[in-house]
C-alpha cells in the first residue's frame, strides 16, 4: 500500500509504480523494503521513513537500477514516474538516470560485471513489459 493511501487519500497510478517498485525491491535484495513485526508499524514506516538504499544490502546493483527503484518507492507520489511506461524508459535507459546523493551513501565503488548488470536490468524490463501489458488488458477490460 502506497504511503498517501495508508494516509487516507484517493491513489493514482503512482500507487501502482509505488507497489512495483516494492516488487523490484524485494527481487533486487531479497528483502521487503520495510521489514516490520506488524502491518502497522510498517505502513508507519513507509509514511515516514525511506527503505535502506538496496545498494547496501547487494553491492553489486548498479546505481542507475537503485535509484529507479528507489524513485518507484518514493514516499511522495510527485516524486515517482507518473506511468509505467515512464518506469519503463527509465529501466531501458539507464543512462539517462540521474542519480540523486542517496544512492552511492553506504555502497562500494566496485565495478560491477557486465554480465550480473544485464541479467539484473533484462529481469526488471521483463517484468516492467509484464506490468505493461497487464496495464493495457486492465483498461481494456474496464471499457
Known amino acids: 500500500m502506497a504511503p498517501e493511501q495508508i494516509k487516507g487519500h484517493r491513489g493514482d497510478a503512482r500507487c501502482d509504480i509505488y507497489s ?11 528483502q521487503v523494503p520495510f521489514p516490520a513485526e ?6 508507519r514506516m513507509k509514511v515516514h521513513h525511506a527503505p535502506p538504499t538496496p545498494r547496501r ?3 553489486e546493483i548498479p546505481p542507475p ?15 515517482r514516474p507518473e506511468t509505467a ?21 553506504g555502497t562500494s565503488t566496485s565495478r560491477t560485471p557486465l554480465r550480473t548488470v544485464a541479467t539484473l536490468l533484462g529481469a526488471i524490463l521483463g517484468f516492467a513489459a509484464m506490468f505493461w501489458v497487464i496495464s493495457l488488458i486492465g483498461s481494456w477490460m474496464l471499457r
Open 20 to 30: 512495483l517498485g516494492a516488487i523490484l525491491y524485494e527481487m533486487l535484495t531479497g
Open 65 to 79: 537500477l537503485e535509484e529507479v527503484v528507489l524513485r518507484a518507492l518514493d514516499s511522495d507520489p510527485h516524486g
Open 57 to 59: 544490502l547487494r553491492p
Open 38 to 43: 506488524n502491518v502497522y508499524t510498517a505502513m
Open 85 to 105: 511506461l515512464e518506469l519503463r524508459d527509465l529501466l531501458a535507459h539507464p543512462d539517462s538516470v540521474v542519480l540523486r546523493q542517496r544512492s552511492t551513501q
